[in-house]
């Protein structure tokens, strides 16, 4: 499994705090290991755990957005959400899968496996967010290879990433 992550888990025994939404149910849990995109968690409640839920990592107050990955006899993995996640999927689920997911809700799977429009709504979101992220990657690598180039010409004000529009063809020849 580790070979399909994106950054490598470290081992860790942290306790942590399952919030189950529209619930005051609060489960407790460990983290055994963690990486800025997810963790694993075991709990003797895990089959109380809904797909969805926050999770609040030792003492602290703040709950991250989690979604679980995998499911194991032990425990399950889960992704950590960022917002901007939970907003293309609550767009995506309002314009787009929501019908479907109606209909799907009133005739659910028998065997309780994850159903053909979850899996598309996950892929779905998933591509938008590998998109931004490589977006993002373009942007900071574009901004860092400028500023390399640059240091000896003047110092660099802000460290922060900055959009980069491409300037037409025409407009370069015509100024030079």
């Known amino acids: 499994m580790s070979d399909r992550r994106r950054i490598p888990r470290q081992p860790c025994n942290l306790s942590a705090r399952i919030f189950v939404p ?14 800025s995109h997810g963790s694993f968690i075991t709990t003797l409640e895990h089959d109380q755990v809904p797909p969805n839920f926050d999770l609040s990592i030792g003492m602290s107050s703040v709950p991250r957005a989690c979604r679980i990955a995998r499911r194991e006899a032990n425990g399950f993995g889960v992704e950590f959400l960022e917002p901007v996640r939970l907003e293309v999927e609550e767009i995506l689920i309002e314009y787009a899968f929501k ?3 109606m209909f799907e809700a009133l005739s659910p799977a028998l065997d309780g496996t994850e159903t053909i429009t979850g899996v598309r709504l996950r892929q779905t979101v998933n591509a938008i967010m590998d998109l931004i992220e490589r977006r993002n990657a ?12 640059t ?18 063809l025409a407009k370069l020849s015509a100024s030079a």
């Not at 529209?22 to 990486?35: E, F, G, H, N, Q």
């Open 99 to 101: 019908e479907e997911l």
């Open 22 to 35: 529209r619930s005051r149910a609060v489960i407790p849990c460990v983290i055994t290991d963690i990486s």
């Open 138 to 149: 373009m942007i900071w690598q574009h901004a860092n290879v400028q500023q390399t180039s």
């Open 151 to 168: 240091m000896s010409e003047r110092p660099i004000a802000s460290s922060m990433p900055t959009r980069h529009y491409q300037t037409p």
